[in-house]
């Protein structure tokens, strides 16, 4: 970590060749150091900015005591995925915003020292909390294993619930699995996640398609008394633009299932071929939009470009991936909108139309509306286009639910304590609130499993 609390990388020119994670995180001794600039304030306004909750405050001192392990488990009070949200969570728009040393410096970088601690405990092979936990014999389903279905799971497993786990693919994670790239969040990570819970007692079914390899009812037959619903929100969208349909067109979920999941980067050594060309255009300016372009960078892309509406002050991407991605390379046509995909008439493509486009009045979301400049057409010649401009929830199970109550844009309709209009459904993530934040999915999941707990604890 350089003075100005930058941390350290893997070299450049090893990045933008291979999978590894890029940033190398803290060493004892950098947070030992970020650890004693916390100024502990009484008030803790970082505990404050964060969705879990997480005393901050107490885990950073005990760090200053070299007590790692207990730190850790402090964090897992609230927080039953630590490795993984010091890696991914938006720490600079949350927690850390609330430091009050950013009033005049650099604020605390609570999210390394957040992985440094869970980093420890894997390092160490040792279990950082031991809990004695009274069974109860209520049995409860949780369907989907990212960010929210692994919160609850493990609220639930430590209320002594008999927690089980169902994954409708081949491994366990969900969008942390699929979703997210290894040199950002390697899948040993979530994996050490994962087998947490099942120290608790939380047992895991993959290859489960809820819905479909069995109904809620079936599983009702089978006594289970409640269901936490965390699938997600991954059914993709597109533009709607001419030529969307041709060869060479990904959607992000696609594309990145089969390099992370699917582990496409390691082509021969697995099956899964991806094909990526030497002009790639990603069209969106999302964390999942620069996680596909710095992907197909790695696989062998000459040249890789993210194509967006706005302009960098209105990218919903983390700085951090930002900033990666232009020291890698990746190369940016802001204020510009796609509006055709053009073939090389063989059904392949070979570039898109934009448009070039001028910021008006903010839309809903509080940013600059995008507005296209009459006659300001011009081409940029790809070989593959990457759609990565949002999802939509998938129907697959909620269509089979009957009686569920879904909202407008089709995502399931919940209370204050995440309940569904069926009584025995709970639901959080991003099949409720549609695309957010691990943190966020962490956050609902733990309201759901609060009001699992009081509903059905006895």
């Given at each position: ?394 129907p697959l199970l909620i269509s089979s639910i009957a009686g569920l109550k879904l909202n407008k844009r089709g995502y399931i309709e919940v209370n204050e304590h995440m309940q569904s209009s069926i009584n025995d459904i709970f639901a959080a993530g991003d099949i409720v609130s549609g695309s957010a934040t691990v943190i966020s999915a962490i956050n609902q999941a733990r309201l759901a499993a609060a009001a699992i707990i009081k509903k059905f604890g006895g």
């Amino acid at each position: 970590m350089s003075e100005h609390g930058a941390i350290s990388k893997i070299n450049l020119q090893e990045r933008i060749c291979t999978f590894k994670e890029v940033s190398r995180g803290f060493d004892e001794a950098e947070a030992l150091k970020e650890a004693g600039r916390c100024l502990q304030c009484a008030n803790a306004p970082c505990s404050k900015g964060c969705p879990a909750g997480i005393d901050i405050k107490e885990f950073i001192h005990l760090i200053r005591g070299k007590k790692y392990l207990q730190s850790l488990a402090k964090i897992r009070e609230s927080n039953s995925l630590p490795a993984v949200c010091g890696r991914v969570c938006p720490q600079e728009e949350q927690c850390q915003a609330a430091c009050i040393l950013i009033k005049k410096n650099d604020p605390i970088q609570i999210g390394y020292l957040e992985r440094f601690v869970a980093d420890a405990e894997i390092a160490s092979g040792m279990v950082a909390l031991k809990l004695d936990l009274a069974a109860n014999g209520i049995k409860v389903a949780v369907i989907g294993t990212g960010p929210a279905g692994l919160t609850c799971a493990g609220d639930l497993a430590k209320a002594g619930f008999d927690v089980y786990l169902f994954e409708a693919l081949h491994k366990t994670g969900g969008v942390l699995a699929y979703g997210i790239p290894e040199f950002r969040l390697p899948k040993n990570i979530v994996a050490h996640e994962v087998e947490y819970l099942k120290r608790l007692g939380a047992k895991v079914e993959c290859n489960f398609v809820a819905g479909r390899t069995q109904t809620l009812d079936d599983l009702r037959k089978a006594g289970f008394k409640a269901f936490f619903i965390g699938v997600g929100a991954g059914l993709p969208q597109f533009l709607n633009v001419p030529g969307e349909n041709l060869n060479g067109v990904y959607s992000a979920n696609e594309f990145l299932t089969r390099v992370n999941l699917m582990k496409g980067y390691a082509f021969p050594e697995y099956d899964t071929p991806v094909k990526v060309g030497r002009r790639v255009g990603v069209f969106g300016a999302g964390n999942v939009a620069f996680d596909s372009a710095r992907c197909a960078l790695r696989l062998g892309a000459r040249e890789v470009s993210i194509i967006y509406r706005r302009t960098f002050n209105e990218m919903p991407a983390r700085k951090e991936e930002v900033e990666n991605a232009r020291e890698e390379g990746i190369k940016f046509h802001l204020l510009t909108s796609p509006k055709e995909i053009f073939s090389d008439n063989n059904g392949n493509v070979k570039g898109v139309i934009c448009l070039k486009n001028e910021l008006g009045a903010p839309d809903q979301s509080g940013r600059s509306s995008p507005v296209a400049i009459a006659g300001s057409d011009f081409g940029i010649e790809l070989d593959t286009v990457i759609v990565a401009v949002g999802t939509s929830a998938n129907p697959l199970l909620i269509s089979s639910i009957a009686g569920l109550k879904l909202n407008k844009r089709g995502y399931i309709e919940v209370n204050e304590h995440m309940q569904s209009s069926i009584n025995d459904i709970f639901a959080a993530g991003d099949i409720v609130s549609g695309s957010a934040t691990v943190i966020s999915a962490i956050n609902q999941a733990r309201l759901a499993a609060a009001a699992i707990i009081k509903k059905f604890g006895g």
